[in-house]
């Protein structure tokens, strides 16, 4: 099983990304699905999470600009980032807690950096 993210990038203060990570492999279900950040110097933190029915939590910080999504035909979770901060620059990790016939578990993608130039 991998995760694989995509659509980080460089950004100017004020405007809107949008990344997406897939799952792939021999995947029997995917339960929740979530997105971290990790700045420099600090904790990985739990930006947004969703569960397989849509249930969506999201941390204080990113609440009101920050959307989080999924398209379980292709186990695919999205995060909309609009009215994007200096403070949100990190990399950005996505995880799913992943049913597969000889386990259960969590997988993490492999980040993918996002800039706000202010």
């Known amino acids: 099983v991998q995760l694989q993210a995509s659509g980080g990038g460089l950004v100017q203060a004020g405007g809107s990304l949008r990344l997406s990570c897939a799952a792939s492999?021999?995947?029997?279900?995917?339960?929740?699905m979530a997105w971290y950040r990790q700045a420099p110097g600090k904790l990985r933190e739990l930006v947004a999470a969703?569960?397989?029915?849509?249930?969506?939590i999201y941390g204080d910080s990113v609440k009101g600009r920050f959307t989080i999504s999924r398209d379980n035909a292709k186990n695919t979770v999205y995060l909309q980032m609009n009215s994007l901060e200096p403070e949100d620059t990190a990399v950005y990790y996505c995880?799913?807690?992943?049913?597969?016939?000889?386990?259960?578990?969590?997988?993490w993608g492999q980040g993918t950096q996002v800039t706000v130039s202010s």
């Open positions: 995880a799913a807690w992943i049913v597969t016939k000889a386990q259960a578990k969590d997988y």
């Open positions: 492999g021999s995947i029997f279900s995917i339960n929740a």
């Open positions: 969703i569960s397989s029915g849509g249930t969506t």
